[in-house]
């Protein structure tokens, strides 16, 4: 069966310092993969997702980039972060067009 | 572009009382709709979804919604709720026919249920 990991689960970081938060995807290959960033009354801002390998489409234009350096692995990052930057980050991943998204357990990160 | 707007950002219900979550969607042609719920500081946890044929939908822990195309609405139910039921629940539509695979989801609302 199909399982995704996201990590850590929670982050502290100060502002201006990086960030590189991980999601991989077992048990599927080529899977639609997403990043979602989850604010307090704003509900869940699609932020980036990926068809393939090296295929990034960002929604918000914003500090984070993210990339897809394998099939199953998608990464969040930020050279410099900003406290805009706080929120609950979840990774989701999706088989095709015709199915639900699939969610890990997130990331809580704190930026101080 | 597409949307989806859920109303109600907090509602409060006694437990054993029925329930109904609003959803309304933007998009112009049939969308697949989904209801995915989640309890604090976790993952989204998908309770049903429509793609196509019959309107109304069950999906886990007793729900049920029903998709009305005249209204563009989706809303979930429940007919006597329960306090494990306390949790934030996401209506979202997507992803979209024509190579556009987003999902969409509206801002939630959140569940109290009342002793």
């Known amino acids: 069966s199909q399982t995704i990991h996201q990590w850590p689960a929670t982050l502290v970081q100060p502002v201006g310092s990086p960030l590189s938060l991980e999601c991989t995807v077992e048990?599927?290959?080529?899977?639609?993969l997403y990043w979602y960033r989850q604010a307090a009354g704003r509900g869940l801002q699609l932020l980036f997702y990926?068809?393939?390998?090296?295929?990034i489409s960002s929604e918000v234009p914003q500090n984070l980039s993210a990339s897809r350096p394998q099939d199953r692995q998608f990464i969040l990052s930020s050279k410099k972060l900003l406290l805009s930057d706080s929120g609950f980050y979840l990774c989701?991943?999706?088989?095709?067009?015709?199915?639900?998204?699939?969610f890990g357990q997130g990331t809580r990160l704190t930026v101080v | 572009a597409q949307s989806v707007t859920q109303p109600d950002i907090h509602i409060t219900v006694s437990e054993g009382a029925s329930l109904e979550l609003r959803c309304n969607y933007s998009?112009?042609?049939?969308?697949?709709l989904f209801w995915y719920v989640q309890s604090p500081g976790q993952g989204l946890q998908l309770l049903l979804k429509?793609?196509?044929?019959?309107?109304l939908v069950q999906g886990i822990k007793g729900f049920e919604a029903e998709f009305k195309r005249s209204q563009s609405s989706f809303n979930l139910r429940k007919p006597s709720v329960h306090w494990s039921d306390a949790a934030e629940y996401f209506c979202?539509?997507?992803?979209?026919?024509?190579?556009?695979?987003?999902?969409?989801f509206g801002t939630g609302t959140r569940l109290k249920v009342l002793a």
């Open positions: 990926s068809v393939g390998i090296g295929q």
């Open positions: 048990g599927t290959s080529n899977p639609n």
């Open positions: 979202a539509v997507g992803p979209f026919r024509g190579g556009t695979y987003k999902y969409i």
């Open positions: 989701a991943w999706s088989p095709n067009m015709n199915t639900e998204a699939f």
């Open positions: 998009y112009g042609a049939t969308p697949y």
């Open positions: 429509y793609f196509s044929g019959d309107t």
